[in-house]
């Protein structure tokens, strides 16, 4: 047992009153408008969060959650189905407006919920207070940044535009029914911002959460249920193999919206009959580098490193994955960044400043200290004190360095706090790591010299999604794309894009004689059509 990670888990008794969680033994989940009760076999929820009781360190269950099977997952898929109705359901025919309203109802409701869903949280996947916090109300104001969004889109459609002696209107209607999947690392965040869209376009939607961070969602069923009519939004739970593979296999899946891995989104797509008539929406791996170049600010350099890489534990798409350091400074940045990471405070997620929290994943710390080991083995070393001891779920900060091609963390996405640190002496050592990669979401790039960052700029924009001069890889603003290249991502999300690929554009158009300009003008003035109309939401 590591002495200096020895205080890390609390005793028993020294969890906070008011972050203490009860035992839920969750059997609700939502079909068709109601909230059905399971009787069968549960998949018990265990805290990455472990307690202490004398010398003994044991993970608190918090909770349990129905492992349904592929017969309810068919009802859910069959609910959807018959609300959608081939485009003629009330959801995808109602107003804008009218989806809006619901919509709102949906936040206003949920805010309430806010102080159980942050302590949730913290207990199923270890993310701090203040990042519970924030991921919660982040996730509101991208509701309402939405509803802006399509506010703004639904004015614009309103026109009637003329083009070489056509008439027409263009609008988005929704694609059908979809299925939406979130990640462990923001479940509430990252899930809502493809599944929260996908309704408010007109799509039906079954929705699995991710599979830790799931307990989260029960506070927000009745919130669903009373929110959106019957079928609109279905709720399952269980294993993937036994209810998404049968949701995939029926063909009635439209819309595939996924944040996971390329292998796990490449296996659920093999499955679908008419992969021609699938849009897939998918957040996957990245393996995001930092580039800091000999002229870098090695103050800002260091400290956009280090939240970049170990923010959340590095358990983010967006993390920084490896950093290419150039052989004049790598000494210089590796004595500075280990410095930092000593600063960061290892706790408890409820614990005031805490940075680093025990990680969620049951084996994680065994495939961490594989990764590390491998390293060893081909000549790294871990340059930082206490770095990769591990204490229950909990692992410290491993600083591998000098990095090369022949160890896994070079390659493979760690998704957890390892820094692989790879020096470099000519540019084009770094920019080859880029352009051979499988993976292309952002890269990282520090320096100050304009010609050298707008060479590596150019080198860079057909490769990955962004480029981030002088900061840490990141996704918001909202308003900003999200996305990928190679295999990192499909589609683009932000508030404005994740409104397009959750619909497509249909349109009326006539020739523009005066006898069909009457019909138009007819149809608008008496409101004889839903879609034909120039009314909008101010």
């Known amino acids: 047992m590591s002495k200096f990670l020895a205080n890390v888990f609390p005793e028993a008794s020294a969890v906070p009153e008011k972050f203490n969680v ?7 989940y939502l079909i068709n408008g109601e909230l059905k009760h399971w009787p069968g076999a549960l998949n018990k929820v265990s805290s990455p969060v472990h307690v202490k009781e004398g010398n003994q360190y044991s993970s608190k269950v918090i909770g349990a959650t129905p ?19 081939l485009g003629h359901g009330l959801w995808p025919t109602l107003s804008v407006s009218e989806r809006i309203k619901h919509i709102e109802k949906f936040l206003s409701m949920m805010r309430l919920q806010r102080e159980e869903v942050v302590k949730l949280l913290m207990w199923e996947i270890g993310k701090p207070l203040k990042d519970s916090e924030k991921e919660f109300d982040r996730t509101c104001d991208y509701i309402v940044d939405t509803i802006k969004a399509l506010k703004e889109l639904d004015r614009n459609s309103a026109k009637l535009v003329e083009e070489q002696g056509f008439m027409a209107q263009i609008r988005r209607v929704p694609l059908g029914v979809a299925l939406c999947m979130g990640p462990f690392n923001y479940p509430l965040n990252e899930t809502f911002s493809t599944l929260l869209p996908a309704l408010i376009m007109g799509n039906t939607v079954v929705f699995k959460p991710a599979k830790y961070g799931v307990l989260l969602i029960r506070p927000l069923l009745k919130s669903f249920q009373e929110s959106f009519p019957p079928g609109v939004i279905n709720i399952i739970y269980g294993k993937g193999r036994d209810t998404v593979g049968a949701l995939m296999e029926t063909g009635k899946i439209d819309v595939f919206a996924f944040i996971g891995t390329n292998k796990g989104a490449n296996d659920l797509k093999r499955l679908h009959p008419k992969p021609h008539r699938l849009k ?12 800091v170049l000999p002229d870098a600010d090695l103050d800002n350099a260091v400290s956009e490193c280090i939240t970049g890489s170990l923010s959340f534990n590095g358990q983010r798409c967006t993390a920084l994955k490896i950093l290419y350091v150039h052989t004049s400074i790598v000494d210089e ?21 805490v940075q680093l ?3 969620p994943e049951p084996g994680k710390t065994d495939y961490l200290r594989g990764l590390m080991e491998n390293a060893q083995k081909h000549g790294a070393k871990v340059v930082n004190e206490h770095g990769g001891e591990i204490l229950s779920s909990f692992f410290y900060p491993a600083v591998l360095y000098p990095v090369n091609e022949k160890m896994k963390v070079y390659h493979e996405e760690q998704f957890g706090p390892i820094v692989p640190i790879v020096p470099f002496e000519k540019d084009e050592e770094a920019i080859r790591y880029v352009v051979n990669s499988n993976f292309g979401q952002q890269v990282s790039i520090f320096g100050s010299d304009s010609k050298k960052i707008a060479s590596y700029i150019d080198m860079f924009t057909n490769q990955v999604g962004r480029i981030n001069v002088n900061t840490q890889c990141q996704r918001g603003p909202d308003t900003f794309p999200f996305n990928g290249r190679k295999d990192s991502a499909e589609g683009t999300l932000s508030v404005a894009d994740a409104l397009r690929v959750f619909s497509i554009r249909t349109l009326v158009a006539t020739k523009s004689t005066d006898a069909n300009k009457q019909i138009i003008s007819t149809i608008i003035r008496n409101r004889e059509s839903v879609f034909l109309s120039t009314d909008y939401i101010m």
Do not use: C
């Open 357 to 359: 929290t025990p990680l």
């Open 280 to 291: 897939s929406i998918l957040g996957l791996d990245a393996k995001n580098p930092g580039i």
């Open 22 to 28: 009860s035992y839920v033994e969750q059997r609700e």
């Open 333 to 353: 940045f590796i004595k500075r960044f280990v410095a930092g990471v000593a600063k960061l405070k290892p706790g408890m997620p409820w614990d005031d400043g």
């Open 67 to 85: 492992l349904l099977t592929s017969i309810e997952a068919l009802q859910a898929l069959d609910a959807a189905v018959e609300a959608y109705n």
